[in-house]
Each structure stands twice: as structure tokens, then as C-alpha cells.
């Protein structure tokens, strides 16, 4: 029997999740959260038992508390400008009970494999041995947990390990006194070596790095830069991103001004980096910066610029795959970091499964999946409907050369976006015309197959 408010699995409590949840909660739709740890906050939930969490113990977020905050539940005003992880995870603490969450949440029983059903709706596996029924599924199982190793010839003989398993300079090894190789240049591949190359630690640190990156500063005339940061949808995105590329080298300087490799783009053509204390390592001598690597052997590194150095560790901070350990391979997957979803919600021809927290949101994550929320429960409760397949896959087709044509076409830029076009494209466009469609077809006919537990271990 087919029925009007789905019953919805939330496949995660980080905060894609949680903000599902949360906006689920607030329209009356019934749901069920499914997390594999014993808390909530995924990436920012430091040891996280689950495995999932990519935070080291030094970790403050790089965006700041003024661009992060939920729309509905700012940020402690006593927080300082850029929180340690700690507060994070307080803040999303909080947020679960502030909305009291906790209670939809089933902690210790991930969804193993879900299988979709012939007429329609989900059969899920837990790791409690349970099977279960739900009408609506979100999957909101987070992107930066899968580590994701690059591939160079030869061999290497000493320690090889990913960002992913850094916590600090005496774990998961002492790194005191070695030679150290960080590969990559992104927030953490920055980070991990600044913290390494403390004299105090009598190492030496050298960073490996295929495009190079612009670095940012994090402020700006005394306040935290981002809070300069605001795309507008009234004026050509290609202009704004032809405004910055000029502003750039005046306000931080070139790439090459702190020894770094000439970068094989322009400025917001990549992810930009974001760090005060990496162009003082670099321009202190603390860390040496090289192109690409060429080959291994041994414990010798060979670059692409015909130069090579002996090291005792690679740590590789090379980005993370976009993983769904529960669906079938040949179901949904995302070779090659690309997931093709409309809205990055929508995946075309299966109507009954949603997406959260799928992108590289810039400037940051927290408030485009709380934006994300309010389209999945408003489709719930039949206040919004997607457009047919064909116009989905062509607007999917037309936001991506939107969003990304000008980036560097790399996995880790599959996904990336601004967060202020996107939600203002949500807001006043995709929303009230979702509202007409559903108006003219009809709210979603449910499959009716929601159920208690079907079986049990």
C-alpha cells in the first residue's frame, strides 16, 4: 500500500546526517539514522572508532566560524575565529541534542548493503544482523574517509603511510629526526608539514607537488579573509573568478615567491591552500618544496625536475574516493571521484534515493548540505518534485561545465562548487519550480514497504 510520508533511512550522523535528520524531523517525516561508530560527527569526531575520521590532533578548520555556522544554530560566540576540531565536534553535539536527534540515531549499526526492491524502496543489512524496509533512503556516508594512494614506478623502502593516519609527531610513529616527505598541497598536506618541520623535532621536510597551489592567507586586514568571500549571482562567474586571479598576487604574492613550483593554473582554477605558517616554513628553509615525483627506488626519490633525496617516510595527503561500501559495484558507484547527481542530490531514474554532502563546497560544507536538507525533505513530504530524466541528466551535464569547466579536471575536483551560487540557485529558482512540478504531477507515490525489523540476527 502505497502511502504519503515516507519512511527514510539516513545512511550516516556526520553533518550531512545530521542536517538531513534534522529537517526530516521538522517536517514530520519518520527516519531512522544508521551510524557504524558509537557518536556522531563523522570526519570531525577525532578517533573516531569507525575509522572515518580524518582529523589530527593539532586540526583547526580552515574556514571560519562566521562562513561555517549553521543558518539555524550559530556558533558559540565565544569560539575563536578558526575552532579547534574539539569544538566541532562539541558544536555538532550540541546541535544533535539542541534538536534532539540522538533518539533517531541507532549507534553501532551501519548499513552493510542496501538493495533496492523490484517495485520500489530499500532492504537494508545492518551490522546488527537485521534486515530492514525503508520507503526513502539517504545516503550521507561522507567523502573524506577512503584514502586514495597515487601510483609512481618503482618501489619504496621505507615507511609509506596516508594523510588519513597522521594524528600527530609521535603517532602512528615517532617521526622525530626523519627525513619526511609530504606529498600533495592541500590544507593538510600544509599543515602535516608545518608541524613536522619544527626544528625542535630535528627533521627535515620536503613537500612533493604535481600542480602546486595558491596559497591564501586566513587574514585579511585584521579579519579572517573569508569573511570578504561572497560570489554574486548578478554578475558573470568568469568575471568575479578574473577579479581574484589579479587580486591574488597582490594581496598573498605568487606561488614562487616561497620557492613553491610554478602552478599549473590559474588562482580558484584549483582548490586553493590555506595557511599562514607554510610560506614561513618554506621561506625559513624549514621545508624544501619539489615538483612531482618521477620514480622510487629504494629509500631514494626521484623528481620530475631530475633532482632526488633520500627519506625514511611518504606521507601521502592525496584526497580520499567517494566510496558506497553498501550498494552493489555495478549499482551506484563513483569510478573516477565522479557521481553524477542532480543538484548533487538526485541520482536519475531511481527516485526513491537522495544524496547529502556530496561536493567541495567552497567556502565550506556546513551550510550546503543544511541547504541540501531542506530540498530532500520538501521532495519527503511532496512540496517538490525533480524534473524529468532527460532535463536531469542535460542540467547536471550543464552544472558541472558550470561549476567545475574552468578547474583543473582532476578527481579531487569532480565535485567542487560555490556554495553562495548554489544555494541562491536552490533558493530561488530550483525550489519554487520543484513546487510547480509538484503541484502539476503529484506528490511521490511511496512504495509502501516501510517496516519495524524483518528479521533479526
Known sequence: MRHDLPLTAVIGAGISGLTSGKMLADYGVPYTCFESSDRVGGNWAFGNPNGHSSAYRSLHIDTSKHQLSFRDFPMPAEYPDFPHHTQIKKYLDDYTDAFGLRGNIEFGNGVTHARRLDSGGWELATERGETRRFDL????????????LPEFPGEFSGVQMHSHHYIDPRTP???AGKRILVVGLGNSAA???????????????TISTRSSAWIVPKYFAGKPADKYYHTSPYIPFSWQRKFTQIMQPLSAGR???YGLPTPNHKFFEAHPTQSVELPLRLGSGDVTAKG????LDGNTVHFADGTS????????ATGYNITFPFF????????????DLYKRIFYPGIDDVVFAGFAQSTPTLFPFVECQARVIAAYAIGRYRPP???????IIAEDQEYYTGHMLQTARHTQQLDHYLYEHDIRTKELPAGAERAARQGAPQWAGVGTEILQEA
Open 292 to 295: 612531482n615525483i618521477d620514480r
Open 255 to 257: 606561488p614562487e615567491d
Open 388 to 394: 524529468a530524466e532527460a532535463d536531469m541528466h542535460r
Open 191 to 205: 599543515d602535516i608539514a608545518v608541524e613536522l618541520s619544527s626544528k625542535a623535532l630535528e627533521t627535515t621536510v
Open 309 to 316: 633525496g633520500d627519506f625514511d617516510v611518504i606521507i601521502y
Open 328 to 339: 552493489d559495484p555495478d549499482f551506484i558507484s563513483a569510478p573516477g571521484n565522479r557521481i
Open 173 to 175: 610513529m615517532d617521526f
Open 137 to 148: 533512503l539517504v545516503v550521507a556516508n561522507g567523502h573524506h574517509w577512503d584514502p586514495r
